[in-house]
């Protein structure tokens, strides 16, 4: 997941991923893009921005069912 300190979408998305990778047995990881330039540029206005198997999932709010979805497939 991308994203940048004080973001309260961020917090809750964090939630809701740990959430679902602790029923699934995946892994997460947690980006701040705000130390990087080229990041900030694409997704800056668009935190939390998740990703999934490298590629973008979602980005604002992480639906627990379709993350899930995308973890299994």
């Known amino acids: 997941m991308y994203g940048k300190p004080g973001c309260h979408l961020c917090e809750l998305a964090e939630e809701t991923i740990a959430a679902v990778c602790a029923e699934t047995g995946d892994g997460y990881e947690v980006v701040d893009i ?17 990703f999934v198997d490298g590629r973008q999932h979602d980005f604002w709010r992480v639906d627990p069912a379709r ?3 995308a973890l299994r497939a």
Request: hydrophobic residues 40%.
């Open 67 to 69: 993350l899930q979805a």
């Open 34 to 50: 705000t130390g990087d330039a080229r990041l900030m540029a694409e997704h800056g206005e668009h935190v939390p921005v998740t």
